[in-house]
T-cell receptor
Framework: DTGVSQDPRHKITKRGQNVTFRCDPI?????LYWYRQTLGQGPEFLTY????????KSRLLSDRFSAERPKGSFSTLEIQRTEQGDSAMYLC??????????????????FGQGTRLTVV | AQKITQTQPGMFVQEKEAVTLDCTYD???????LFWYKQPSSGEMIFLIY??????QNATEGRYSLNFQKARKSANLVISASQLGDSAMYFC?????????????FGIGTKLQVIP
C-alpha cells in the first residue's frame, strides 16, 4: 500500500458548479477524515468516518458540502454550488482503529497529498 | 476547547545546525496527544513525532525530538543536524477528549528554510 491517495490533485471550477473529490485511505484503516486548509493556515477538521458511518461533522461543513464513504473504503467529498470562498486545499487522512479514550491517543493520522480547489 | 499557538511564521537555520520550533497549547483535558507534522511544497502532511500527556520522557524520532514542558503547556520541536530537505512548513497539533479524540487541532504553522 502506497498510502492515502486523493484525486484529482488540482481542480479549477467556475463559481456555481459542483465538484467531487475522492480519497482512497490506507487499506487496513477504518477511520477516515477530511480537512480543509486555506492559505497561511493549518488544516481545519471537516468530518470523520468510522467505517461507513459519518460520526462527526464540523460547523464548517455547510449544507453545500456532503461526504460519503459507502462501503467503508474510499470516500467522496462533494461541494455543490461552489463559491470563491471554497478555494482551498482539501486533505484526506486515515488512521487505524483503537484510537479514542485515555491512553489511546497516539494513533497518528496519515494524510494524502490533497486536492487543491480553485473557484473562479 | 483546544488551541495550538505557533508564534514563529518563519525560521532560518544553517545546514547541519539544530533548530527549535515553538508550540504552546491550551486545553482543559487531562489526557491528550501532541503531534508535529511536516508539510513540504507537495502538500502532503507527514507525521514526525508524537507525545502523550502522560508520557514522562520527551519523545524522540531520529533527528526529531519533542521538548515537552507540561506545566508551561509547551511542546517545542527540535530538529538536529538540519538538512536541505527539512525546508518545509511545520505544524504542531493536538487531539484530546474535548475534541472527541478524533479531531486534530492544528496551529498555523512555521515555515522553516535551511540555508546551505
Amino acid at each position: 500500500d502506497t498510502g492515502v491517495s486523493q484525486d484529482p490533485r488540482h481542480k479549477i471550477t467556475k463559481r456555481g458548479q459542483n465538484v467531487t473529490f475522492r480519497c482512497d485511505p490506507i487499506s487496513e484503516h477504518n477511520r477516515l477524515y477530511w480537512y480543509r486548509q486555506t492559505l497561511g493556515q493549518g488544516p481545519e477538521f471537516l468530518t470523520y468516518f468510522q467505517n461507513e458511518a459519518q460520526l462527526e461533522k464540523s460547523r464548517l461543513l455547510s449544507d453545500r458540502f456532503s461526504a460519503e464513504r459507502p462501503k467503508g473504503s474510499f470516500s467522496t467529498l462533494e461541494i455543490q454550488r461552489t463559491e470563491q470562498g471554497d478555494s482551498a486545499m482539501y486533505l484526506c487522512a486515515s488512521s487505524s482503529s483503537g484510537f479514542g479514550g485515555p491512553g489511546a491517543v497516539n494513533t497518528e493520522a496519515f494524510f494524502g497529498q490533497g486536492t487543491r480547489l480553485t473557484v473562479v | 476547547a483546544q488551541k495550538i499557538t505557533q508564534t514563529q511564521p518563519g525560521m532560518f537555520v544553517q545546514e547541519k545546525e539544530a533548530v527549535t520550533l515553538d508550540c504552546t497549547y491550551d486545553t482543559s483535558d487531562q489526557s491528550y496527544g501532541l503531534f508535529w507534522y511536516k508539510q513540504p511544497s507537495s502538500g502532503e502532511m507527514i507525521f514526525l513525532i508524537y507525545q502523550g500527556s502522560y508520557d514522562e520522557q520527551n519523545a524522540t524520532e531520529g533527528r526529531y525530538s519533542l521538548n515537552f514542558q507540561k506545566a508551561r503547556k509547551s511542546a517545542n520541536l527540535v530538529i538536529s543536524a538540519s538538512q536541505l530537505g527539512d525546508s518545509a512548513m511545520y505544524f504542531c497539533a493536538m487531539r484530546g477528549l474535548s475534541g472527541g479524540y478524533q479531531k486534530v487541532t492544528f496551529g498555523i504553522g512555521t515555515k522553516l528554510q535551511v540555508i546551505p
